[in-house]
């Protein structure tokens, strides 16, 4: 066996490590927001998890695919999740501030900066996972 045959399989090996962990990492995000209880703890594991298993993914077909042009490419596509996924989640828990009333104890700055009051929160429905 060759050095340069070791040093192929040795990368094949990572690669499918870094692939199958980005995948566990999406499917850990999409178990999480399927069980956090209200809207904001829901939006993290959704905007966080799949970025990180996208850049795992990422990372591993880079180094099972070796071409510049996929490598590039690859990049490409994670800089450009790793730009929308913040944007998107501030835009989602923005709109849910405005729009579904959660209770909340504390000082409400984003409804003294649009200059409104928040309406009063509804009472929670039990939750029947318990």
Request: a neutral charge; proline letters at 8%.
């Amino acid at each position: 066996m060759t050095a340069a045959t070791l040093l192929d399989t040795g990368l094949d090996v990572v690669a499918a490590a870094l692939v199958v962990l980005g995948a566990g990492f999406t499917m850990l995000a999409g178990v999480g927001a399927v069980r956090f209880a209200d809207a904001y703890s829901r939006m993290h594991p959704a905007a966080k998890g799949p970025t990180l298993g996208l850049l795992l993914v990422a990372a591993g077909a880079a180094l099972e695919l070796r071409q510049s042009a996929a490598v590039l490419t690859l990049a490409l596509v994670v800089v450009l999740q790793f730009l929308a996924a913040p944007v998107g989640a501030h835009l989602l828990g923005r709109a849910i501030h405005q729009r579904v009333p959660l209770p909340s104890d504390q000082l409400d700055e984003l409804a003294t900066d649009l200059g409104r009051e928040r309406p009063e929160p509804r009472p929670r429905p039990p939750d029947p996972r318990m």
